[in-house]
Nanobody, 124 residues
Framework: QARLVESGGGSVQAGGSLKLSCATP????????MGWFRQAPGKEREAIAS????????SYGDSVKGRFTISRDNAKSTQTLQMNNLKPEDTGMYYC?????????????????WGQGTQVTVSS
């Protein structure tokens, strides 16, 4: 059973940085797209970033462009989301996800595997 485990969440002041990691113990998603989504209380799940299976292509949601960077190390079966210049509106539960193809859109429907999430809280 494929499993995605997020880590790195926490509380930070506005303007600060956090780095989220997504591990896939015992399973490799080397040829699969991966992505990050977030959900704030009372809001719909929002797509943050996606990365292709080989890590050659990326895509970002408009709200995080220029501030967040997604990357992956297939040799270590890990994927990371570097978040800089955080804002209070970035607060939410962040989820790592993986799809079944090399490339996925910024659409939850393209992803088949999901982690349990890690909380990010940004205070003003």
């Amino acid at each position: 059973q494929a499993r995605l485990v997020e880590s790195g969440g926490g509380s930070v002041q506005a303007g600060g940085s956090l780095k989220l990691s997504c591990a896939t113990p015992g399973y490799t998603f080397a040829g699969n797209c991966m992505g990050w989504f977030r959900q704030a209380p009372g809001k719909e799940r929002e797509a943050i970033a996606s990365i292709s299976g080989a890590g050659l292509s990326t895509s970002y949601g408009d709200s995080v462009k220029g501030r967040f960077t997604i990357s992956r190390d297939n040799a270590k079966s890990t994927q990371t989301l570097q978040m800089n210049n955080l804002k209070p509106e970035d607060t939410g539960m962040y989820y790592c996800a993986a799809g079944r193809t090399d490339w996925c859109r910024l659409d939850p429907a393209d992803y088949s595997y999901w982690g349990q999430g890690t909380q990010v809280t940004v205070s003003s």
